[in-house]
């Protein structure tokens, strides 16, 4: 059963994520592509998604998050999964930013606008008295099950190196039942199989 909580508006429901939960579908528009369209959570099934929340466009920490991102997208890509990046900004915003900034034209994964703040308000991300989004990123496996998500003040960079290493490990214990990743692990690094012998032996 998925966990709600009501919002200070005593609005409907919303979604209050939860780890192992399946995340509601929600429809919203992208720009991708240099085109806009409208599309669905339900859309990515079968791939891992990232949705990467950020405050605003034409600002300062999040072009140098974003840039990261688009450049280590490929890699991301080889992973089977998709990158969405959302703020609380227009489809419209998002092309002019895309078209002036040297560090966003190299975005290729979809921008997504949530001038309603609804997917801010159902993840938990969204600042009440300032209409914007906390740096909000949710890994999401091709079930649509949450497996990870960290919400940052403003003021906090992320580090899309480290958010690659999430998805890797995420996708080892997918594929590997019973066995764990301990701190900092990388692919080909040693794992855990959690047991009584290893009690007090870490």
């Known amino acids: ?19 192992g939960d399946h995340v ?25 998604l990232i949705l990467f929340f950020y405050p605003a466009d034409f600002t300062f920490v999040c072009p140098t998050e974003l840039e990261e991102m688009a ?11 998709e990158v969405i990046s959302i703020s609380t900004d227009t ?3 998002h092309k002019a930013w895309h078209d002036n900034s040297e560090a966003i034209k190299k975005i290729s994964f979809p921008m997504a606008a949530d001038p309603t703040g609804n997917l801010c308000h159902m993840m938990g991300t ?3 008295d300032e209409g914007l989004s906390l740096r909000g ?3 999401i496996d091709p079930e649509g099950v949450l497996k990870a998500y960290e919400i940052h003040d403003n003021s906090i960079g992320r580090s899309a190196k480290e958010l690659l290493r999430k998805i890797q490990a995420a996708q080892f214990v997918k594929e590997h039942p019973g066995l764990v990743c301990p701190a900092s692990w990388e692919p080909g690094k040693d ?8 009690v007090g032996k870490i």
């Open 1 to 19: 059963m998925e966990h709600t909580h009501e919002d200070h508006n005593d609005m409907m429901p919303l979604y209050c994520p939860v780890i």
């Open 24 to 48: 509601p579908d929600q429809e919203f528009e992208i720009y991708h592509n240099e085109d806009i369209k409208k599309v669905k959570l339900s859309d990515y099934r079968g791939k891992w």
């Open 71 to 81: 450049n280590a997208y490929p890699e991301f890509q080889k992973l089977n999964t």
């Open 91 to 93: 489809v419209f915003a």
């Open 126 to 128: 969204y600042i009440d």
């Open 137 to 139: 990123t949710f890994i």
């Open 191 to 198: 794992t855990l199989k959690p047991g009584l012998d290893l």
